[in-house]
């Protein structure tokens, strides 16, 4: 104890004054130049709106571009898949924002669905020699399987299943959540990078130079750099890469190099037909099979815990108050409504937050629901205009990745923000928070890692699904966090008198309810006064 009283446990010299206050903590994030309610001036929402719709075409193309030619699909069908998937996150988005959450969230294309994906194209029950007919009724398989998936969270979500759960989350089992929601994805940053360093690298730099430092050194009334950095870097580098790309820079390149770097490589501006509206069961009737079912249902579920983060990421940076669990509830009912019309019009992938778009708001400092909703609106239209919609999606992937950097880390740095409601000063904050993050960086690393030198996951039995149902939830990081986070602070020295304030659950007591704070109806009430039939709890 002489640490103490002598300067080694914290003494020292004193300061007195102001400088020993610490920052306030603070339920809405202050700086926002548009909330929820806020919508800015049309023509500057409607460039907002397409920014958002540029970022998420990067996800939406990807996935389709890496599975499609596995299911034995060409150019063609890659671009129709494209097409639906747009059309399909333009509806979700819609039906999100105007009776889920309420939240600016664009629901768009998962990654976490593709492992569930490649188990039904490598069944081997389709080995049609006719390429189509293969992908046929890969696709099919797909759908059926997505379509039961949905049940998981339409029941958890319209049930109250999930607000019970979302009642027992605190600041400090958020900060995991939320935090990997946004750094569990690096794998899509800078690898995607450095797959053409010359176009990535660039794009990366000028995003940062315009967002951060150019808009603070010039100042103009309308925050025009601020705003719109996404717009400008990504025509000024793809511009560039263009000029690369017709100067004949890449001609005696490697097909790899090639595919990432030109301009010209995605076969979907000429493969695109001018004009083709997606419809439910276009590639026929869906079919089913029990075990790809259950394995897509886990995934699905996975998806939930993803965008729960998703969710709080997004609220906070709209600058509205902390979700109440029965509105995160029913978001969740209506993302799984969500993934029903994935499996019904017949995309590769379900659907969940799309953690850039919540990036996007943070560069931007623009919450409003009506920007997210005129991108959907694009989505919608460049879905059935489908060369018109084949030109933007034909961006370099780099370009995707270099944006990737930044969204993703403002994510994570969201996540971390609910620190300020946690006392940092005890063993048992610093135990959960450390521990939980480690497991949830080293887990799915070790399971990555084992399924790449391979060839499948640490669990490995005949029953492929089965495999899948565990190998996919522990490939998650911020799946894995959530969970040890969630377990260790509802069960750790839960009887000590302190441990409520010091896990920050005292800050989100007034949003248990949605009646508990007088702005929640403001941000999260029910549209053309359907609250009266649709109550919250």
């Known amino acids: 104890m002489a640490g103490v009283n002598g300067g080694g446990g914290g003494g020292g010299p004193k300061v007195s004054g102001s400088s020993l206050v610490p920052h306030p903590a603070k339920d809405q994030l202050p700086n926002v130049a548009y909330c929820i309610t806020s919508p800015p001036p049309w023509p500057e929402a409607i460039l907002l709106g397409f920014q958002h719709y540029i970022v998420m075409l990067g996800t939406t193309v990807i996935i389709p571009m890496a599975l499609v030619p596995q299911m034995g699909g060409g150019n063609t069908e890659k671009a129709e898949v494209i097409q639906t998937m747009l059309f399909v996150a333009g509806l979700n988005t819609l039906l999100q924002t105007m009776f889920g959450t309420r939240l600016p969230a664009v629901i768009g294309s998962s990654y976490t669905f593709v492992p569930s994906t490649i188990l039904i194209i490598l069944s081997g029950r389709w080995s049609d020699p006719n390429p189509l007919v293969r992908f046929r009724k890969t696709m099919r398989a797909i759908q059926g399987a997505l379509i039961i998936a949905s049940t998981i969270q339409i029941i958890l979500g319209f049930s109250g299943l999930w607000r019970n759960v979302a009642r027992l989350l605190s600041p400090l089992s958020a900060v995991p959540l939320v935090a990997l929601a946004g750094f569990g994805l690096y794998e899509f940053g800078f690898p995607g990078v450095a797959r053409c360093v010359e176009i990535g690298l660039p794009q990366l730099i000028i995003l940062v130079l315009i967002s951060q430092y150019l808009s603070h050194m010039i100042h103009s009334g309308r925050n025009v750099l601020e705003r719109f950095a996404v717009l400008i870097s990504v025509a000024i580098v793809w511009v560039y890469a263009h000029i690369l790309t017709v100067s004949g820079a890449y001609n005696h390149t490697t097909l790899r190099t090639q595919t990432s770097c030109r301009t010209d490589r995605t076969g979907l501006i000429h493969s695109a037909p001018w004009i083709r509206a997606p419809y439910p069961f276009q590639w026929g009737a869906p079919s089913f099979h029990a075990g790809e079912a259950f394995a897509m249902m ?240």
Request: charged fraction near 15%; include cysteine.
């Open 298 to 537: 886990m995934a699905a579920f996975v998806a939930l815990v993803e965008s729960t983060g998703g969710f709080i990421a997004v609220s906070r940076y709209a600058s509205a108050t902390p979700l109440p669990p029965s509105i995160l509830s029913r978001g969740v009912g209506w993302q799984g409504i969500g993934i029903l019309l994935s499996g019904l019009f017949g995309t590769v992938s379900g659907s969940s937050v799309s953690i850039e778009n919540a990036g996007l708001m943070a560069v931007t400092r623009v919450g409003s629901r009506r920007v997210v909703q005129i991108s959907a609106g694009f989505m919608i239209f460049f879905s059935v205009l489908g060369k018109f919609g084949a030109v933007f999606a034909s961006i370099p992937t780099p370009i995707i990745a270099a944006l990737y950097c930044l969204f993703f880390a403002y994510v994570g740095g969201v996540g971390l923000s609910f620190l300020q409601y946690c006392n940092m000063n005890t063993f048992r904050t610093k135990f959960i928070l450390g521990f939980s993050v480690f497991l949830g960086l080293s887990v799915p690393q070790y399971f990555n890692e084992y399924e790449a030198i391979n060839g499948y996951g640490p669990v490995h039995t005949s029953a492929r699904w089965f495999n899948n149902i565990v190998n996919v939830p522990f490939s998650s990081e911020a799946f894995v966090a959530a969970i040890v986070a969630y377990f260790l602070d509802n069960t750790l020295h839960r009887k000590d008198s302190s441990v409520r304030k010091d896990r920050g659950k005292h800050w989100w007591d007034d949003f248990r309810s949605f009646k508990g704070d007088s702005r929640t109806e403001e941000f999260y009430s029910l549209p053309y006064r359907l609250n009266r039939y649709f109550p919250s709890a």
